[in-house]
């Protein structure tokens, strides 16, 4: 790339046999475990699937087949992971880790977020910025720009992309480096292919700033183009190889569910938290409270828990006032062990106790008049983490298992009707008010949990009826509208996909001419469309 302007890359040949194509599996028994996937999108179906191992068959597949949709573990929320026609390419060939340094680690899109933990756990290095769901490809969370609790501390997968090599629809390759190539002042990037040299120009719409989006591309003045591939749901290239940046060394972890009878006094204590965070950042204060993820569940979510008995499981008490509980993730020195946690807790009461972090975690709850029915674990205990955390995920299986029921008891049309939405921390109480009163006049019954130390809730409905899925759609494009006047994003972590409501939020984010813009950028790499066709927005 010498001598060649900021804003223009040269593509390169892929490696490996270029003579090489992938074989296409067309047997109906294999592409039916390929046909939907965590959203259970209805109507998928595949013309193949084929398993790729290398640049040149990646672009061999490309360059032959009409339709292609590239995939990692299917672990998407929108149905941008089910087929619809297309030949499905399998990054899970992609599996190795090819190099490894103490601040950053580079892979195959096929490596999934448990076995990058597991070899970086080895070196004592940590990869923090995980969605919740760990059998994830690392193409998949670079494609859909996947975020999940830590994101208040830790930010979103585009914060940890250092390099991506990328496969475009004509089968050149782009070798894309974190401050190489950056938009022109007039707003474009150059891309010089084999064939020709292609413009692609910047949208002009402007994103919101909250601390997460996967709201189609991403824009902004002087942008990098990393940015543009990255939350791109696989429509403008097929990722083969990421470069992510990892902490040399991981912290000792404390979590703590705390059930709070009245939500004013969650809220104020959720916002006590992240302030002092975010002074402890600054100050660099070894004792100072570093909080690295707050989860909500509200009173419904509870309510789930204990009709399923997971509360009685899992040894949680769940009292039956609570209004929300809060699961708070604590980072701790890396050498804290349980017998100094438990010393500290313990001796929260104490006037003369030093002021340690979990001496002022304690104290804080102890203000907010919730420390005594706290359950707490702490570092080195792994069981009771491991409980706390399935408290957490329990709530979303015990929901989604009320849906399934009323699809097969009630009406086989019934689906899950949730939203993934995003607001400005100041405005969230004024977000989950509009929640109360839309679920309240629709005569919904729904449940709210998410990851509020970002202000990112997931409203879900619980339907007994096709008519409440119906009108909980509608309720979904009304907080959207809500949270874009509240300067928030309708699409925060979960991407945009087939799913109709979302790609309606999309346009009601942008407007039109915003999708527009956004159709002009997939034009200029892919005109054709032959990258996951259908996904953040139709061709016309």
Same mark, same amino acid.
């Given at each position: 790339m010498s001598g060649m302007p900021e804003h223009s890359i040269r593509a390169r040949a892929p490696h490996g046999d270029t003579r090489a194509a992938p074989r296409i599996e067309r047997d109906p028994d294999v592409l039916a475990s390929f046909v939907e996937d965590a959203a259970h999108f209805p109507g998928g179906f595949a013309a193949g699937v084929a398993f790729p191992s290398s640049e040149a068959e990646v672009a061999a597949l490309v360059r032959s087949a009409p339709a292609v949709l590239p995939i990692g573990a299917q672990s998407s929320l929108t149905g941008g992971a089910t087929p619809n026609g297309e030949v499905v390419l399998s990054t899970v060939r992609f599996n190795r880790i090819i190099d490894s340094a103490t601040d950053r680690v580079r892979l195959g899109a096929g490596v999934t977020l448990v076995d990058l933990d597991a070899a970086l756990a080895q070196?004592?290095?940590?990869?923090?910025?995980?969605?919740?769901?760990?059998?994830?490809?690392?193409?998949?969370?670079?494609?859909?720009?996947?975020?999940?609790?830590?994101?208040f501390k830790y930010g979103t997968t585009r914060d940890w992309v250092k390099a991506l090599t990328v496969v475009l629809a004509n089968g050149d390759v782009l070798d894309v480096e974190r401050g190489r190539t950056?938009?022109?002042r007039d707003g474009y990037f150059e891309i010089v292919r084999s064939d020709r040299?292609?413009?692609?120009?910047?949208?002009?719409?402007?994103?919101?700033?909250?601390?997460?989006?996967? +709201?189609?591309?991403? +824009?902004a003045p002087g942008m990098d183009l990393i940015d543009l591939f990255i939350g791109s749901e696989g429509t403008l290239g097929v990722i083969t190889e990421v470069t992510l940046r990892v902490l040399p060394a991981r912290p000792a972890m404390c979590l703590a569910f705390v059930p709070f009878d009245d939500r004013p006094v969650a809220l104020a204590f959720v916002r006590r938290m992240r302030e002092a965070a975010r002074e402890?950042?600054?100050?660099?204060? !070894?004792?100072?409270?570093?909080?690295?993820?707050?989860? $909500?569940?509200?009173?419904? &979510?509870?309510?789930?828990?204990?009709? %399923?008995?997971? *509360?009685?499981? @899992?040894?949680?008490?769940?009292?039956?006032?609570?209004?929300?509980? @809060?699961?708070?993730t604590l980072e701790l020195p890396a050498g804290m062990t349980s017998v100094q946690a438990f010393d500290d807790i313990g001796r929260a009461r104490e006037p003369g106790a030093p002021?340690? #972090?979990?001496?002022?975690? &304690?104290?804080? #709850?102890? *203000? +907010?008049?919730?420390? %005594?029915?706290?359950?707490?674990?702490?570092?080195?205990?792994?069981?009771?983490?491991q409980q706390l955390l399935a408290l957490r995920e329990a709530v979303p299986a015990g929901v989604n298992a009320r849906v399934g029921r009323a699809k097969q008891q009630v009406d086989p049309r019934i689906s899950k009707t949730a939203a993934d939405m995003i607001v400005p921390f100041d405005r969230l109480d004024e977000l989950l008010t509009i929640? *109360?009163?839309?679920?309240?006049?629709?005569?919904? %019954?729904?449940?709210?949990?998410? $990851?509020?130390?970002?202000?990112?809730? $997931? !409203?879900?409905?619980?339907?007994?009826?096709? +008519? %409440?899925?119906?009108?909980?759609? *509608?309720?979904?494009?009304?907080f959207g509208r809500e949270v874009i006047r509240l300067g928030g994003s309708p699409l925060a972590e979960h991407g945009v996909g087939r799913n109709r409501v979302k790609q309606q939020l999309l346009a009601d984010l942008y407007g039109r001419d915003g999708i527009d813009e956004m159709r002009a950028v997939k034009q200029a790499l892919d005109p054709d469309f032959k990258l996951a066709p259908g996904v953040l927005f139709d061709r016309a």
């Open positions: 070196s004592g290095r940590y990869y923090p910025p995980v969605p919740t769901f760990t059998g994830a490809f690392a193409g998949g969370i670079v494609a859909t720009n996947a975020a999940g609790a830590a994101t950056t938009a022109d040299a292609v413009r692609i120009r910047v949208p002009r719409y402007r994103m919101p700033e909250v601390p997460k989006i996967s +709201a189609g591309y991403f +824009a402890t950042w600054r100050a660099h204060d !070894p004792r100072g409270l570093d909080v690295a993820a707050i989860e $909500h569940m509200d009173a419904r &979510c509870l309510e789930v828990l204990r009709e %399923d008995g997971v *509360d009685r499981k @899992l040894g949680v008490a769940i009292p039956e006032a609570a209004a929300m509980a @809060l699961l708070v002021a340690t #972090l979990l001496v002022r975690f &304690c104290r804080a #709850l102890d *203000d +907010a008049q919730v420390l %005594d029915r706290v359950e707490i674990a702490v570092p080195g205990d792994r069981a009771r983490e929640y *109360d009163e839309e679920f309240r006049r629709r005569g919904l %019954d729904a449940a709210v949990w998410g $990851h509020i130390s970002d202000g990112n809730l $997931h !409203p879900n409905v619980i339907p007994r009826s096709m +008519a %409440d899925v119906e009108s909980g759609y *509608d309720a979904i494009r009304t």
